[in-house]
């Protein structure tokens, strides 16, 4: 079977969650017996998320060899179970800086260097590497921003002239869009959802398959305008509202025929999709539970839950299958300083601390780890 290439992109807004769409299908995918290598590109100009603040796209994922990446990753480690390398996440920083060492180099020979091809040529390069490097039957690449941004469009293009190397029956579009309610006419709108659907199409893409993301379910005839209005088959309409816990979202997807389709749709060579161990873990993290602990994550980025993305979910798995409701107190170690911890890590159970840049807020993470000694509290700080 030849490889298969799945590209997931996002349209009207931000955060709609193209990454769990991504890693829920790398994971069904995966349960049918096919191996599903899963990527990232990233539009912005650093080199990657390392230097940067966690409030601005929330925690840095480490990979197993060090490669300092986007958080998406951590999605894609937990659901598809597969270790992630360097080659799994790809910014426009580092595409320009591997195109700009070898053109100092003199290797592109004299050469004037442009978007098309050598940009395009580099994104391609670096998909292409993700299959080869894991010999995966199936490549998911999620395009991070948003259709109409000015900075995604080279990601975009790439895509777009890697489908017609590797042929539509090797390739698949999957488009996530908001379709948004209205509380003063009492209803659903397709339009925004229409408009992003022709913004790719102007690119030369035309999607297979449309998520569409609600807070509620959608019913069936707004799902059909969808399909209608923006040229694909109704059976690839999939509707994706809101659910809790995120690890519900593969059953969601699997009992609204996702993976079927993109089985048919790439006529992959694979047996059917066996959730039993998914839907019983699933299973654990729902039910009512006889006890509940408490545990105070003490840092200087507490604003923003998903700076601490992995340690939360680390936290709620465990408690999942010790049989807990798991709590968490975000506690400001600035404020530590200020109040004392006394005050505010009354009553936790656990205390753990993460690390930080710079000397804000430091002080108030030693209080936390004295508080925690001094008052026999298991620690744990990383």
Request: hydrophobic content about 40%; glycine content about 10%.
């Amino acid at each position: 079977m030849e490889r298969k290439y799945i590209f997931v992109t996002g349209g009207v807004v931000s955060g709609l969650g193209k990454g769990v769409s991504a890693a829920s299908l790398g994971l069904l995918l995966k349960q049918r017996g096919l191996k599903v290598a899963a990527q990232k590109l990233d539009p912005y100009l650093n080199v990657d998320p390392g230097t940067m603040s966690p409030y601005q796209h929330g925690e840095v994922f480490v990979t197993e060899d060090g490669a300092e990446t986007d958080l998406d990753l951590g999605h894609y480690e937990r659901f598809i179970d597969e270790d992630l390398n360097r080659k799994s996440n790809l910014t426009s920083g580092k595409v320009f800086w591997n195109i700009l060492m070898r053109e100092r180099s003199g290797g592109y020979l004299g050469k004037t260097v442009q978007i098309i091809p050598h940009v395009t040529d580099e994104i391609k390069a670096a998909i292409y590497s993700v299959g080869e490097m894991t010999g995966a039957d199936v490549v998911i690449t999620e395009i991070g921003g948003t259709i109409g941004d000015m900075e995604s469009q080279p990601f975009l293009e790439a895509a777009r002239q890697l489908r017609a190397e590797v042929g539509i029956g090797n390739s698949m579009f999957i488009h996530v869009v908001l379709v948004p309610y209205l509380a003063c006419s009492g209803e659903y709108k397709t339009k925004p959802s229409q408009h992003s659907v022709h913004e790719l199409q102007g690119l030369g893409i035309m999607p297979d398959c449309i998520i569409a993301r609600s807070d509620r379910p959608l019913d069936d005839d707004i799902l059909g305008k969808i399909a209608m209005f923006c040229n694909v088959e109704r059976r690839a309409v999939i509707a994706n509202e809101n659910v809790n816990p995120i690890y519900a979202l593969p059953l969601l997807l699997h009992e609204r025929g996702f993976d079927d389709y993109a089985v048919s749709r790439l006529s992959l060579e694979c047996g059917d999709c066996r959730l039993d161990a998914w839907r019983a873990a699933v299973g654990r993290m729902t039910r009512v539970k006889e006890r509940r602990v408490r545990i105070a994550i003490c840092g200087k980025y507490v604003k923003l839950h998903d700076a601490y993305l992995s340690i939360n979910e680390a936290l709620y798995h465990a408690a999942s299958w010790n049989d807990a409701d798991l709590e968490l107190l975000f506690i400001d170690t600035e404020e530590v300083e200020k109040a004392g911890a006394g005050k505010l890590l009354e009553g936790a159970d656990g205390i753990l601390v993460p690390g930080g840049f710079g000397s804000r807020g430091i002080e108030g993470m030693v209080s936390c780890a004295r508080y925690a000694r001094e008052n026999d509290i298991p620690y744990l700080g990383i």
